[in-house]
């Protein structure tokens, strides 16, 4: 017997729930597939327990700061077991939270993975089927593994927030948020860090803040190689060997983390029995409504090749439910000026294009504007490390095409600028606005 719905989705993290609830609202009949933990990789293995260990991160460097300022106590270290209980047990209440709220909202979980054996019929594990005529692909994706020789030996990023200890000395191969999150937390809590990057870090941000955050992580001790490849791994009897095309032996280490990407999760899904197009990375094809090549099937989120955010996986599956059930013809996300931020230390944000893209795109149109400052927290006490913030602007207007911001609280503090650049913002708008003082948030107002 195949049960009927007017709506499938495949896949409980952020982007299938978003569909899922948003559809719900619309009145259609939902029916979720996952045989995971609602909330998938973000909720479990991703943005909340990350940030979690970033403000355990954040603590310790206050701490620090705090003797600094005058205050007795000397910085503590991290009671590791006691953070990892409270970090699980905020997660376990998202967890109740969304099987409520699926609950109230009449959407169908059911904890099994799921595979197509018709454009509208997917197969349950257990051999039941579930038929509707709108299937949303949003099963995500996972830590690519290599097959090099030993790579096992090493963790992935499921895996860090499993452990039980600190490691003493860690090498981290890779270059991306995954790599410069961890290696800035991890140094802020104590441990020996080695980036082993191929190229150049944070690939898409901006090349002169990328090589700011650079030097103060140096400044930190973390020490970074570019150009590595590692060809294999090995542990002897004093801990982790890198064996290093470019550097030879590396080493030794307590723990290695393997930050080398993601694959999508579309291998199970049966997506030839319905005709689905991936790309040569097995990402799901869409097209800007998230519609893949056959008609009433779509995928939303990491599955497909379009930024791996969980705001952008979010956004995408509201407006792609709105479209199919809410009367929103029009409906789709726009892709353009998406603010995003990497938890470094210290965190660097940025929205719109960079100055690199900018010139490609306008050449000699573009004028740059930047401000390098020492935040008051860390002058009070005489550091030396500098915030760097930048305006990428366009035309005899200087239409703001680019905000880039690195340095305190550049976190919290860009979203509201993102909301202007979206809007159209212009240097003089900047200028028109009163400053909030003393902020690091006013220097993009104040810019020259």
């Known amino acids: 017997m195949t049960a009927s719905h007017d709506l499938i989705v495949l896949g409980a993290g952020s982007a299938g729930l978003a569909t899922a609830f948003r559809a719900a609202q619309h009145g259609a009949r939902v029916a979720l597939l996952d ?41 503590g270290l991290l009671d590791w077991e006691r953070f990892r209980g409270l970090r699980q047990r905020y997660i376990d209440a998202i967890d109740q939270r969304y099987a409520q709220r699926l609950q109230e909202a009449g959407v169908q979980v059911l904890r099994q993975a799921g595979r197509f054996v018709a454009t509208d019929v997917i197969e349950l594990a257990d051999g039941a089927r579930v038929q509707a005529a709108q299937i949303v692909i949003a099963t995500g994706a996972r830590p690519r593994r290599l097959t090099l020789p030993g790579f096992e030996l090493g963790l992935v990023s499921d895996d860090m927030f499993a452990l039980h200890a ?60 570019h150009h590595s490849v590692v060809k294999a791994v090995h542990r002897p009897s004093n801990g982790i060997m890198l064996d290093d095309a470019s550097a030879g032996l590396r080493g030794p280490y307590d723990a290695l983390l393997w930050a080398v990407g993601r694959v999508p999760n579309t291998e199970a899904l049966g997506l030839d029995a319905a005709g689905v197009d991936v790309d040569d990375h097995s990402h799901v094809r869409t097209n800007p409504w998230q519609d893949t090549n056959v008609a009433g099937i779509h995928a939303v989120g990491d ?9 952008v996986a979010v956004a995408a599956g509201r407006r792609l439910a709105d479209r199919l059930f809410g009367g929103q013809a029009d409906a789709r996300l726009d892709y353009e000026n998406i603010p ?62 680019g905000i880039h911001v690195l340095g305190p609280s550049s976190d919290e503090m860009l979203q509201g600028f993102a909301v202007a650049l979206k809007l159209g913002l212009r240097k003089c708008d900047l200028e028109a606005t009163v400053a909030i003082h003393p902020t690091s948030a006013e220097e993009l107002v104040l810019i020259g």
């Open 35 to 75: 045989p995971g933990a609602l909330g998938g990789t973000c909720v479990h293995r991703g943005c909340v327990p990350k940030k979690a260990l970033w403000f355990a991160a954040q603590l310790a460097q206050a701490q620090q700061l705090a003797v600094e300022f005058g205050f007795a106590s000397q910085p």
């Open 166 to 225: 600190l490691p003493r000395r860690i090498a981290i191969v890779g270059g991306g948020y995954v790599a410069v999150e961890f290696a800035g937390l991890l140094r802020a809590l104590g441990s020996e860090v080695d980036v082993l990057a191929h190229e150049r870090l944070l690939e898409g941000f901006d090349e002169e803040l990328v090589q700011a955050l650079m030097e103060q992580m140096k400044a930190q001790g973390i020490r970074l190689s």
């Open 303 to 311: 599955v497909t090749a379009r930024k791996a955010l969980t705001p």
């Open 340 to 401: 995003s931020v990497v938890f470094a230390e210290p965190p660097l944000g940025m929205v719109g294009m960079t100055e690199q893209q900018a010139r490609g795109r306008h050449g000699d149109q573009v004028t740059i504007h930047r401000s390098r400052f020492a935040p008051m927290q860390w002058a009070l006490v005489g550091r030396r490390e500098q915030s760097l913030m930048k305006l990428v602007c366009v035309g005899v207007e200087e239409r703001v095409v």
